[in-house]
């Protein structure tokens, strides 16, 4: 754990779908679906309450702490 | 463009709503299936065009991919994402903007819940969504009560088609107030879809005799024994509610009236 830190010592804590996350700072919301194995093309990503329209943007929309982060999809429903 | 294809072979008026003909007048929903491979066969078996799926976050911990596309080819079905859970006309709006963004079409069957154990709709938030979503595009089904009043200003509002309730959704209580329903539908322009409550195959027919435009369901298929088998019965049974009503029934009357001569009796 204290070499993981060492590499992302000015790590940042964004709000994920109401868990607060680590990630190394600098990280994009791309880079976080990355990490999290989410294909940008199957979810859509809400970034403090704003909607990522144009998924290119997924890279250079850098996260803070305290972001919310919402990533969601279609699930079944009536 | 063709019209819905009847089961014997008959045809009907088509089935338009905001320019697009649909297939058929039967809509299905994919939540409760007891397995994917269930859902994908039901839906099939219903032969509905119109599909709706729920809006909700993505499981990180990846142990359970619970999405419906893998599963819901969105070339061969029309999704219609709803807004189910919302108890305001923000976070239904909300919802409704994160489907859209998906990034298939701008339809939302738009809900806002008012009551937690009937699960009836606020209308006066349902109104004012339904307002915010128009100007911003969407075309908007909205799920209602049977009230006509409501119908009425749902129209006037922008909505692309009203889904009144046969009775609340998943108590497959069936048609409880067929008067309403018919009210409704004489009264609107917009196509008028029955939406929750139905329980069985007579419930649809039924329903459909009153000379709606289409049903919803869901749970009525997922909560069968024989989810497939149901699926097949409800494409036969809201056929055949359509067929009776464009025949139109016989008056009802208190008297018997014999079927036979009456003229031509042996001495």
Same mark, same amino acid.
């Given at each position: ?6 590499? !992302? ?33 199957? *979810?859509?990503? @809400? ?12 890279? !250079? ?8 982060? @919402? ?8 | ?37 269930? #859902? ?52 239904? *709006? ?41 100007? @911003? ?42 008067? !309403? ?26 329903? #459909? @005799? ?19 088998? #149901? ?37």
């Amino acid at each position: 754990m204290m070499e993981q830190r060492a590499t !992302s010592p000015e790590g940042v804590i964004p709000v994920v779908n109401g868990e607060e996350r680590t990630v190394a700072a600098g990280s994009t919301l791309g880079d976080l679906l990355r990490e999290l194995a989410v294909s940008a093309e199957a *979810v859509v990503v @809400e970034h403090n309450r704003e909607i990522v329209r144009d998924r290119s943007r997924l890279d !250079s929309m850098v996260l803070a702490t305290g972001d919310s982060v @919402e990533i969601v999809h279609f699930v079944g429903g009536g | 463009m063709s019209a819905p294809t009847l089961v014997s072979g008959s045809t009907d008026t088509p089935f338009v709503i905001a320019g697009r003909t649909l297939r058929s007048r039967l809509m299905v929903g994919t939540g409760k299936y007891r397995s994917p491979d269930e #859902m994908v066969r039901a839906i099939d078996a219903s032969g509905a065009e119109v599909v709706t799926v729920a809006v909700r976050r993505v499981n990180l911990n990846r142990d359970a991919d619970d999405g419906v596309l893998p599963h819901i080819d969105p070339t061969r079905y029309l999704l219609l994402s709803n807004t189910a859970g919302c108890y305001n006309a923000a976070d239904a *709006v909300r919802y409704a903007r994160l489907a859209r963004a998906a990034g298939f079409n701008e339809w939302v069957k738009l809900e806002v819940i008012g009551d937690q154990d009937t699960l009836l709709p606020d209308t006066a938030a349902l109104l004012e969504a339904t307002r915010t979503l128009v100007a @911003e595009g969407f075309v908007v089904l909205a799920y209602t009560n049977d009230d006509l009043i409501t119908a009425l200003r749902l129209e006037d509002a922008g909505a692309a088609a009203v889904m009144p309730l046969a009775s609340p959704i998943g108590s497959g209580l069936g048609l409880l107030n067929p008067y !309403s329903i018919r009210t409704i539908k004489h009264r609107l322009s917009v196509p008028v879809i029955v939406d929750a409550g139905v329980g069985t195959a007579s419930d649809a027919c039924i329903t #459909m @005799e009153q000379g709606v435009d289409g049903i919803l369901m869901n749970t009525a298929l997922a909560a069968a024994d024989d989810p497939v088998r #149901m699926a097949h019965a409800m494409r036969l049974a809201v056929d055949a509610g359509r067929q009776a009503h464009l025949a139109g029934r016989m008056p009802r009357r208190e008297v018997a009236v014999p079927s036979s001569p009456s003229v031509g009796m042996l001495e």
